[in-house]
């Protein structure tokens, strides 16, 4: 565990979150499966160039997500979260 994740997970305790950018467009190195475990998100935003040739997003992170909602810029387009009383809407315009 490094350093970020020992703050996320002990300090702050942003466990069971609703909304996860994850980060560097979905790499392997982007989150674990230990770190995504933990965060447990439900829904999760991947910004990702289409066709990209790194192969992002990487399978293994898809793998690791599965049990959140995934929002993909590359197939969803633009991704908008609203908030309003509370309540959470999320909104996709196509790319």
Do not use: A
């Amino acid at each position: 565990m490094n350093k970020e994740q020992y703050w996320c997970f002990f300090v702050y305790d942003i466990s069971n979150i609703d909304v996860l950018k994850v980060g560097h467009h979905g790499s392997n190195t982007s989150s674990s499966k230990e770190f995504i475990k933990k965060m447990n998100p439900k829904y999760s935003v991947i910004s990702i160039g289409k066709n990209n040739r790194y192969g992002h997003p990487n399978k293994e992170v898809l793998d690791n997500l599965k049990d959140s909602k995934i929002y993909r810029t590359d197939q969803d387009g633009s991704i908008m979260f609203k908030i309003k009383n509370n309540k959470l809407k999320i909104e996709t315009c196509g790319p």
